[in-house]
């Protein structure tokens, strides 16, 4: 089977100033990842690997970099799923850990439970050894400033349906040689979130999906919508029923948009190895290995 490789960092109006950086951060989770995928490596390990060199990267809203909630604390959700199996690791509202997403993989292998969140998740990661960091070790000063900005701004709606909310969300999705497809996503969420608030991302069907016989889908944007229609499910679907995966994606945020008003954006690989993107903000950044061009392929907005 064809190996391949799509990474997202996120679905909304990306001021003109972080696109460089954006750019670079998805690339360089491809560049990075695409050699172990041609040694042999699994889907699942390439798409953990993505998503944790995205979630070290500042410029996105996972791990390191990630918005405030309203509390002025950082909670992450991420989730990973595999498509051999249909097995998959979650947690939400967790603080202080750089690669939520691993911890969610370890989970995923523990087969004891598949969802963890808050004080439970937190343990779960202490137990297993991942390290706990202070919380300036999230924080950035682009965040702070953000949220000593909107914190008592009595405009900023955290739900609004008639524009995109910033969202820098990371995800990825992989094919391996053996045609074994994965999907993974990390969040920080959206900014001044409730405390607990759990969105989308960490939601299987909904934040990512992946089934060797259909496809596997990582998604981002406004997650209180993309929880109505399950947007990976309802791309992978759309693949089962013989759509390409160019087409199921550009469905499943038709259907978010018309049935929910959602905004957001989605990657996917179909059980053929088709790579397939769709949004309905304005930009989305994401990257892919192109096998003609044998380079990465990095873009922002649909024109570039
Ligand atoms: N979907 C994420 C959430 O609602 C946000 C994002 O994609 O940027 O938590």
Known sequence: MPIRLIVHGGAWDIPAEQEDAHLRGVTAAVQNTWPMLQKGASALDAVEHAVRILEADPTFDSGRGAFLNSIGEIELDAMIMDGRSLDFGSIAAVQNLLHPVSVARRLMESREFRMLVGSGAQAFAEREGFTQLPPEALLTERELAYFEQIKHDSNFRSHDPFGPLPGDTVGAVAMDQGGNLAAATSTGGTPRKWPGRVGDSPIP???????????????????????????????????????????????????????????????????QGQ?????????????YWNPETKHTHAAIKLDT
Request: aromatic share 8%.
């Open 205 to 271: 069907g909904a934040g990512a999906y992946a089934d060797n016989s259909c496809g596997a889908a990582s998604t981002t944007g406004w997650g209180e919508n993309i929880m109505k229609v399950l947007l990976a499910k309802t791309v992978t679907d759309w693949e089962e029923r013989g759509q390409n995966a160019q087409k199921a994606a550009q469905k499943g945020i038709q259907i978010l948009a018309e049935k929910v008003k959602g905004l957001g954006g989605v990657i996917t690989i179909d059980a």
């Open 275 to 287: 790579y397939g993107w769709a949004y309905n903000t304005p930009k989305m950044a994401y990257a």
